[in-house]
């Protein structure tokens, strides 16, 4: 019987699903690239022509989540029915929503990613997923400069800027996982909370917006995204 040859596309699409499973199942560093050659059938010379480490998997499985959430918002960017606030307050509530459903997928992440030695890691991963976001924002931004929503500049500019605000929230995510009280998690719910109120503020300025006009997240958002795995973490 003959030997199936796949894509090489295939290929590593094949090892970011299994490693993206396998996080999932047992965190990411219960992952060994071991592992991740077993889930997907393959040699540990087929994984290392792919990705130089397991960091480099994870990376290339973030990029991939950004590219299909800016793949579901673009009928919001192509909807000539609405200006360019409404469709960035619409962008912005379709990734509220997709986060929470997709909590699962990105807390199985998150207990490695938001540790104070693996915050190389973290900025390798914003940026890859920034890369892929950037332009989405940036069409949005340019059509609401275009029809007086948002104050005239550099699309591009700003919306990397908008974009980079999610990096000043990394200790407070990092409260959030390493929480290991309903006392502690409240507390740290709260500052989550007053952390993207401000940021919305500062957006609102950078836009020439009412203040208040801007809502990255919504009240309960940290409560909503982390609730299935602190039940999974107490039982």
Known sequence: MSRIIKNPTVRRADLIAAAQALFFEHGYDATSVEDIIG????????????????EA????LAEQMAQE????TQAIVADETLNGFERLDRFLKHNRRLKVERAPE????FE?????ENIALYHHVFRRV???MTPVMAEILRQGMDDGSFLPGDANAMAEILLGLTTTTHDSVAALVGATSDEAFK?????????????????????GLPEGSIQFIE???????FAGWRQKRAG
Request: net charge positive.
């Open 106 to 109: 990105a807390l199985a992440l």
């Open 69 to 72: 959430a800016a793949a579901e």
């Open 57 to 60: 998997v994870l990376e290339a």
């Open 39 to 54: 889930r997907a059938g393959l040699s540990k010379g087929a994984f290392y022509y792919y990705f130089p480490s397991k």
């Open 219 to 225: 009240p309960g958002f940290a409560e909503a995204f």
């Open 112 to 116: 490695a990613l938001f540790r104070p």
């Open 130 to 132: 920034s890369r892929v």
């Open 187 to 207: 507390s740290a719910a709260a500052a989550f909370q007053r952390r993207w109120i401000a940021q919305g503020i500062v957006a609102d300025r950078i836009l």
